[in-house]
């Protein structure tokens, strides 16, 4: 069975801290999918990122950032230097094969200015 | 718009009225999700459509839910004998292989059974 962990319900920092959001993933598969998405206030999600299972690089972009470990199962998502935009629920997911999708609970993250 | 249209936005409904619940997807996006997201809970997986077909339709809470696809387009959720339980915002997202699987989500329709 697939599933994902985001322990973290709320986290709120003060702008330009850095934040890390933790995400968990368990499966059996060799072969799979991670995702990051922002759900902001207005709602609509915003995809961040994908990641295979077989690309364990980390990715930068901006003042995000990602550190995959299969290792661990972890996939998390740091923002360097937060923004009060930033605030937003985010979500961490999990595919096999792209037929279903399997999310986390969600993290808000509030920033303050 | 170029992007995922649900409508309606909001629904007010009775217990035990039926709903239909609709989305759009971006022209071109073979596959179509939808999901559940009840107060401040994660996404709970209900269908996926490749094309008008549903090879997977295990997230369906009950035999109260069904969905269907037509034209590879347009696909409408129904919810028969609505329950209060039912309450939540219901999402719907398309994707496309040459986009690398990358879901474009809609606004969602919040469905509140009284």
């Known amino acids: 069975a697939q599933k994902v962990t985001q322990a973290q319900t709320e986290i709120s920092v003060v702008e330009k801290e850095d934040v890390t959001l933790d995400c968990v993933y368990e499966t059996r598969d060799t072969t799979y999918y991670l995702f990051w998405y922002k759900q902001p206030p207005s709602g609509e999600l915003v995809f961040l990122i994908r990641?295979?299972?077989?690309?364990?690089q980390n990715e930068i972009s901006g003042r995000y950032s990602w550190n995959f470990q299969k290792s661990t199962s972890s996939f998390n998502f740091t923002i360097t230097a937060s923004q009060v935009v930033d605030s937003a629920v985010y979500f961490c997911a999990l595919s096999i094969n792209f037929n279903k999708f399997y999310f986390g609970s969600g993290t808000k993250l509030n920033v303050k200015p | 718009g170029a992007g995922v249209s649900q409508s309606p936005s909001n629904k007010v409904t009775e217990k035990g009225k039926d709903v239909e619940l609709r989305c759009d997807p971006i022209?071109?996006?073979?596959?179509l999700y939808w999901y559940r997201q009840s107060l401040g809970q994660g996404l709970e997986f209900l269908i996926y459509?490749?094309?008008?077909?549903?090879?997977?339709k295990s997230g369906l809470p009950s035999d109260r839910f069904s969905a269907e696809r037509t034209g590879g387009s347009v696909s409408t959720l129904t919810i028969q004998r609505t329950q209060q339980e039912d309450s939540a915002v219901y999402l719907c997202?398309?994707?496309?292989?040459?986009?690398?699987?990358?879901?474009?989500f809609g606004p969602g329709t919040r469905l509140t059974v009284l």
């Open positions: 997202a398309s994707s496309t292989r040459d986009r690398g699987h990358e879901q474009f």
């Open positions: 990641r295979n299972s077989f690309d364990e």
């Open positions: 022209s071109g996006h073979t596959a």
């Open positions: 459509f490749q094309g008008n077909s549903a090879p997977d």
